[in-house]
């Protein structure tokens, strides 16, 4: 089991720039432990933005962020990092962090869930 806080929501003007922090605790010494982003715009589903292995280097990323977001994670801080560039207003959403150790990367079947944090992006 593991608990998650979130951090480094706020706002920003579209083309700027925001990071994202998840801390983590619990099990975290799993090889089986994956990381994930997602973000939520009112009105819309819950939708992937990007997952990381806690022991390995493989990313993946959502089509509406790849080449603008970074996912990243600090083991000795017990922390994943959400890199946000180039943001638009549509990237406006309450992102959240979340694990689970079933190798779910893109779907939200995650079994941990943070409590979000606001990122609004004016035009």
């Known amino acids: 089991q593991v608990q998650l806080v979130e951090s480094g929501g706020g706002l920003v003007q579209a083309g700027g720039s925001l990071r994202l922090s998840c801390g983590v605790s619990?099990?975290?010494?799993?090889?089986?432990?994956?990381m994930g982003w997602f973000r939520r715009a009112p009105g819309k589903e819950r939708e992937f933005v990007a997952a990381?292995?806690?022991?390995?280097?493989?990313?993946y990323y959502g089509d509406s962020v790849k080449g603008r977001f970074t996912i990243s994670r600090d083991n000795a801080k017990n922390t994943v990092y959400l890199q946000m560039n180039s943001l638009k207003p549509e990237d406006t959403a309450v992102y959240y962090c979340a694990a689970n150790y079933r190798g779910h990367y893109s779907t939200t079947d995650y079994d941990y869930w943070g409590q979000g944090t606001q990122v609004t992006v004016s035009s």
């Open positions: 990381i292995k806690w022991s390995g280097d493989n990313t």
């Open positions: 619990g099990r975290t010494f799993s090889n089986y432990l994956i």
